[in-house]
């Protein structure tokens, strides 16, 4: 099952603070965010393991809330560079895929 | 060192026709997947490898999609009897372990494929 992203898409300007979700109806074990510039391969941000933890990546940080299988990203005092498509994967337990969300395109403006 | 590779970057064939796209994963890693990009879409699981074996092949379309991987490295991704609806970016990513260990995987260039 398909994990669902929220928003679909969000344009910001620099500076602004942004959060995307990402929500499963699946148990989950882990979720993986990435980030893909257009014409670019994904790549990885953060990895977050059942246990509800938090991390943080520059600017960047997410979390994960296992009782209501979801997670989100949060992207503070956003710049240019930030600017993509966002996909949260998750894995449940048991499997060893990870299965994208249809991804949150979020756009920064100067 | 060097990343994921793929070969080659851009494909396109008739329809009817075989095709044969290439994955090199980073040395070392163990996990090799493959995914599928529509345009404008997210990212679709084929298949993963942990070694030469494919534990998981749940993702393919069709039995029109084979893949194989040789000593534990290169991977191939064959679609035979290619239609239109199979146009789309074909990307490989690897990994150091399996998805179920705290493991990134590292996606490549990805291939165009398009089918006319």
């Known amino acids: 099952q398909q994990p669902v992203q929220s928003p679909q898409a969000v344009i910001l300007r620099e500076g602004e603070d942004a959060v995307i979700n990402c929500s499963s109806s699946k148990a989950l074990y882990s979720v993986h965010w990435y980030r893909q510039k257009h014409g670019e391969a994904p790549v990885f941000l953060m990895i977050l393991l059942k246990g509800g933890e938090q991390k943080g990546h520059e600017k960047i940080s997410a979390s994960f809330n296992e009782k209501k299988q979801q997670s989100s990203l949060y992207l503070t005092a956003s710049q240019l560079s930030y600017s993509g498509t966002y996909f949260c994967g998750t894995r449940s337990q048991g499997a060893q895929k990870l299965v994208f969300g249809q991804g949150t395109r979020l756009t920064i403006n100067p | 060192g060097a990343g994921v590779s793929q070969s080659p970057s851009n494909k396109v064939t008739e329809k009817g026709k075989d095709v044969e796209l290439r994955c090199d994963p980073i040395s070392g890693h163990t996990a090799l997947y493959w995914y599928r990009q529509s345009l404008g879409q997210g990212l679709e699981f084929l298949i993963y490898f942990q070694g030469n074996s494919a534990p998981d092949k749940s993702g393919l379309p069709s039995d029109r999609f084979s893949a194989e991987r040789t000593g534990g490295s290169v991977s191939t991704l064959t679609i035979q009897r290619t239609q239109q609806e199979d146009s789309a970016v074909y990307l490989c990513?690897?990994?150091?372990?399996?998805?179920?260990?705290?493991?990134?995987?590292?996606f490549g260039p990805g291939t165009r494929l398009t089918v006319t």
């Open positions: 990513a690897s990994s150091l372990g399996p998805t179920s260990g705290p493991y990134e995987q590292y």
